[in-house]
Structures are given as C-alpha cells and as structure tokens.
C-alpha cells in the first residue's frame, strides 16, 4: 500500500502562488488531481515515474508546475497567476504505471486531499 500526504494548501488572493507537496512511501508516477464544488475531479498536471515527461491540463498550462525529488519519492504542484477557478480541494495520485495518466480511473493510490481557496 502507497502511503500518499500532501502539504501546501491554504487560502490566497488572485495572483499569488502557492507549492503543493505530496510525499509518497514509494516512487510511482503521480497526478495532481482537483474537484471543485458540484463538479467532477479533473486532472491538473501528472509527471511519469522517472519525471522525463509531464502533462499540464489546458487550464492551468504556464501557470502550474508539476515535479518531482525522486531522491526523497517527493512530487511538488507550484501554481502561480492563481484564480479563484482554481480554487478546489486538490489530491495527490499514484499509480503503479510508470507513464503519464490522464485519467482518475488508471491511479491507485490517493492522497486526503488538500484545501486551495483563492479570493478575488
């Protein structure tokens, strides 16, 4: 069993940045996922188990980060320009592939999820 925890959340004005951390018990490729109220989670950024290749959602593409420290199984989401769209509980994913997953049904393992609310 994965153990997934992520750090990071809390609230912020439009514009500013924040860095979410998910610390992961073993390396796997990884998503960061969100779900916002009343709609359905979606995938923000996944980076595959070596960290060659990455994946950025449309929405959040030049604004977010994702990466990985695979000496310390740590993966990061830095968000910066933030709107309050983006506000929304954000996970951390793994998945025992080793390539990009798009999609909530190919992760294995979840994260409790962290609180990101930004204020206009």
């Known amino acids: 069993q994965v153990q997934l925890v992520e750090s990071g959340g809390g609230k912020v004005q439009a514009g500013g940045s924040l860095r979410l951390s998910c610390a992961a018990s073993?390396?796997?490729?990884m998503g960061w996922f969100r779900q916002a109220p009343g709609k359905e989670r979606e995938c923000v950024a996944a980076?595959?188990?070596?960290?060659?290749?990455?994946y950025h959602a449309d929405t959040v593409k030049g604004r977010f980060t994702i990466s990985r420290d695979n000496a310390n199984n740590m993966v990061y989401l830095q968000m910066n320009s933030l709107k309050p769209e983006d506000t929304a509980v954000y996970y951390c994913?793994?998945?025992?592939?080793?390539?990009?997953?798009?999609?909530?049904?190919?992760?294995?393992?979840w994260g409790q999820g962290t609180q990101v609310t930004v204020s206009s």
């Open positions: 980076i595959t188990w070596s960290g060659g290749n990455t």
């Open positions: 073993e390396r796997k490729a």
């Open positions: 994913a793994a998945r025992r592939g080793p390539g990009i997953g798009l999609t909530e049904n190919v992760y294995d393992y």
